[in-house]
């Protein structure tokens, strides 16, 4: 699983309340990547990060911010729950600092948010 | 939207049944890789093919790139009721850091 560790894995919250989901990877590994999973549209790229303080948007990024303040921290947040925002998140790492060229993504387990 | 499609979006087959999945993409492409999702569980990736490539083989897996039409195809042989799961595409563009996966086929192979 390349060490990475996503919290919670789940959550229910209230429409309009801020939500902060973290992935922590253990292993130092420069790209990091934020997903939502949802039936009929797989999964779509909401934010990515290829640095500490180097994030940029991914096609569904309104609604979202990013933060990377450590090499093993990558946190995304709600600003305002929707209930467009229930979700399956799942935080993603490439190795061997490349980006996507040429090597894999490695997930966590994901985080079911649902938001009522 | 530069996601992938794949098809078809499920497939039901008898074990020991070879199983075939395609995907279709977008954009031009530096690789195109195949990952499998169990039931609520994170994507395990299971194969990556070069745009350079034609035919990649791991184990089973059996994988095809035709990059003039932008398609690519997953075979699945002698399968197994523990393939059972999901499973996408995901292409990465020459020109980005991303991975844009497909909206997955849904595999069950009866024992």
């Not at chain 1, 959550?11 to 949802?38: A, S």
């Not at chain 2, 020991?16 to 169990?38: D, F, P």
């Not at chain 2, 990059?67 to 997953?74: E, G, V």
Request: net charge neutral; hydrophobic share 30%; glycine share 8%.
């Amino acid at each position: 699983d390349a060490g990475i560790t996503q919290s919670p894995r789940h959550k229910v919250t209230e429409t309009g309340t801020p939500v902060t989901l973290r992935c922590h990877q253990t292993e130092n590994h420069r790209y990091m990547y934020w997903y939502r999973q949802d039936p009929g549209h797989g999964l779509r790229l909401i934010h990515y990060s290829y640095g500490v303080k180097d994030t940029d948007k991914g096609e569904v990024s309104d609604g979202y911010s990013v933060s990377r303040s450590k090499t093993e921290d990558f946190l995304l947040t709600l600003e305002s729950a929707t209930s467009s925002q229930t979700s399956v998140y799942f935080c993603a790492i490439s190795v061997r600092g490349q980006g996507a060229m040429g090597t894999e993504a490695f997930f966590g387990q994901g985080t079911r948010l649902t938001v009522v | 939207s530069q996601q992938g499609e794949e098809d078809p979006q499920a497939l039901s087959i008898q074990e020991g049944e070879n199983a075939t999945m395609n995907c279709s993409y977008k954009t031009s492409i530096n690789n195109l890789q195949w990952y499998r999702q169990n039931s609520g569980r994170g994507l395990v990736h299971l194969i990556l093919i070069r745009s350079n490539e034609r035919e990649k083989h791991s184990g089973r897996l059996r994988v095809t790139l035709d990059t003039s039409k932008k398609s690519s195809s997953l075979l699945i042989t002698a399968s197994r009721a523990a393939d059972t799961a999901s499973y996408f595409c995901a292409t990465v563009a020459n020109t980005g850091n991303q991975f844009y996966f497909g909206t997955g086929t849904s595999l069950t192979v009866i024992p």
